[in-house]
C-alpha cells in the first residue's frame, strides 16, 4: 500500500479530529490520528479484498491495521509539509470535487442535511477534499517525481520471468446442473434423464444456456445453472473436467453423469496452453515496476520527514470482554 491509497477522507472519519475524547491511533508531531480514521479505511480496505472474493483472516487484519496506521502517518506528515510549504489546492479541481460529491447526494440540500446529521458541515467536507489534493499533488509532484520504467527495464523483467507469462489451457464453462440424492430410485432418474434431454434439444435449437437454466429453475429447485469462469485442469469432478475439455469454443456437452446430478456443459472460449508475446504483457510489466519503483522513492523520500517528526503510536485496545451476565 503507497501513501496515496490511505485515503481517510470518508464521512465517518472526515471529523476525526472534532473530539478530545475519541481514542488515539497515534499522534504525528501532535497531531492526533483517531482509531475511528483507521478503522473507517481499514474498513474500506477489507471491503475491496471482499469485492475480489479474498477473505482477510485475524492475522492478516492485523498487518494491514499496521500497514494503514504507516499509511495514515505518512500522508499527516506530508500534509504538514505541504503547510509548512504553504502549498496551494487549485480552486476549480477542489469545486468539481464538491459539486460531484452534491450531485452523489441529489444536490447540495441533500448533501448539507446528510452532513448534518453525521456533525459535519460543507467546510468539513471542503477541508478533507483540500487536504487529500493537497497530498496527492505532494505525492505525484515530489515523492514520485522523475520515477520513470524503461523499455529496457521492461524487457528485462519479461525475459528474467518467462515461466510467469505462460497461459495455461483453460475453458470457460457455463453449468447446468439437476442434483439427485443418493442411491435416487430408477423412476427419478428416468425423470432427470428426460427433463435434461428436453433442456439439451432447447439448447441445441439456439435458446441462450442461461436463459433456460433460469426458466428450468424457476420450475424446479433441484435445476441449477452458473457460470464457472474460466478453469483450468483439475478444477473440476474428472467426467465434468474430461467432457469441458473436449468443448471449443460455442460447443454443448452430452449430459454428464456424476455422482451429484446430472449435468450439461457449455464452453463459450477454449484458451490453449502457450507461451504470452512480450508485447501482450509489456503494458502490465510496465504498471507493475513502475508501482515498484514509485513505492520505493516515496519510502526513501519520506526518511527526513520521519526522522524529524515526533511519532506516537498507541497500542491497540483489547476487545471488551464478554459480558457473564451477572451484576456483581
Request: net charge negative; charged share 30%.
Amino acid at each position: 500500500m503507497r501513501p496515496s491509497e490511505a485515503r481517510g477522507g470518508t464521512l465517518e472519519s472526515m471529523n476525526h479530529g472534532a473530539r478530545d475524547d475519541l481514542p488515539l491511533a497515534a499522534r504525528v508531531n501532535g497531531q492526533p490520528i483517531t482509531r475511528l480514521a483507521l478503522e473507517s479505511v481499514l474498513a474500506d480496505v477489507i471491503e475491496h479484498y471482499a469485492r475480489k472474493g479474498q477473505t482477510v483472516t485475524p492475522e492478516e487484519r492485523h498487518t494491514l491495521e499496521r500497514q494503514v496506521l504507516d499509511q495514515l502517518v505518512e500522508r499527516e506528515l506530508i500534509f504538514q509539509e505541504c503547510r509548512r510549504l504553504d502549498r496551494k489546492v487549485d480552486d476549480e479541481t477542489l469545486e468539481t470535487r464538491m459539486g460531484d460529491l452534491a450531485r452523489k447526494f441529489g444536490g447540495a440540500a441533500a448533501m448539507t442535511l446528510l452532513l448534518a446529521r453525521q456533525g459535519l458541515s460543507l467546510d468539513d467536507v471542503r477541508s478533507g477534499f483540500q487536504r487529500d489534493l493537497l497530498i496527492d499533488d505532494y505525492i505525484e509532484s515530489v515523492l514520485y517525481s522523475g520515477v520513470r520504467v524503461s523499455d529496457a527495464e521492461t524487457r528485462g523483467f519479461f525475459d528474467d520471468n518467462r515461466a510467469r507469462f505462460r497461459i495455461q489451457e483453460q475453458v470457460r464453462v457455463s453449468l447446468l446442473t439437476l442434483s439427485l440424492g443418493k442411491r435416487p430410485p430408477a423412476g427419478t432418474v428416468r425423470r432427470a434423464r428426460e427433463a435434461m434431454a428436453a433442456l439439451g434439444d432447447r439448447l441445441r435449437a439456439g435458446d441462450d444456456f442461461h436463459v433456460v437454466g433460469k426458466e428450468a429453475n424457476a420450475q424446479r429447485d433441484d435445476i441449477q445453472v452458473s457460470d464457472l469462469g474460466f478453469i483450468t485442469r483439475g478444477r473440476l469432478l474428472p467426467d465434468l473436467e474430461a467432457a469441458a475439455f473436449l468443448l471449443w469454443a460455442g460447443q454443448l456437452s452430452p449430459v454428464v453423469i456424476t455422482p451429484v446430478g446430472m449435468h450439461i456443459l457449455k464452453v463459450s472460449d477454449h484458451l490453449i496452453d502457450r507461451d504470452l508475446r512480450f508485447d501482450e504483457v509489456a503494458p502490465e510489466i510496465s504498471k507493475l515496476l513502475l508501482s515498484r519503483k514509485r513505492e520505493d522513492a516515496a519510502r526513501e523520500r519520506l526518511v527526513g520527514l520521519k526522522q524529524t517528526a515526533l511519532i506516537e503510536i498507541f497500542p491497540t485496545p483489547p476487545p471488551p470482554e464478554a459480558s457473564s451476565g451477572s451484576i456483581l
